[in-house]
């Protein structure tokens, strides 16, 4: 089974950029559909991107056109890319690998935005 651990959290002003990056272990990394997910303290966890197997993105229109999520299948990774970063996008920030029935989680990375 894939293990799932994020880096790249940390602090930044507003209208800085961050890159998160999720390393797996394990096998079939390919298979799994990645995702991005946040909660901010008080709310719910929410989707932010997600990557297919195959390429396919989709994103959260909060974040349309300022994060990118991309993974690279040989070296079973999965990042986004975050710019123009705002107060609102402070988070913890989860991995997630997803197939049929099969839900994995990392242990989360916090992304402070300061104004």
């Known amino acids: 089974q894939v293990q799932l651990v994020e880096s790249g959290g940390g602090l930044v002003q507003a209208g800085g950029s961050l890159r998160l990056s999720c390393a797996a272990s394990?096998?079939?990394?390919?298979?799994?559909?990645m995702g991005w997910y946040r909660q901010a303290p008080g709310k719910q966890r929410e989707l932010v991107a997600v990557i297919a197997g195959g390429g396919v993105t989709d994103y959260a229109d909060s974040v349309k056109g300022r994060f990118t999520i991309s993974r690279d299948n040989a070296k079973n990774t999965v990042s986004l890319q975050m710019k123009s970063l705002k107060p609102e996008d402070t988070a913890v920030y989860y991995c997630?690998?997803?197939?049929?029935?099969?839900?994995?989680w990392g242990q989360g990375t916090q992304v402070t935005v300061s104004s």
């Open positions: 997630n690998a997803h197939w049929r029935v099969t839900n994995i």
């Open positions: 394990g096998s079939f990394f390919s298979i799994y559909d």
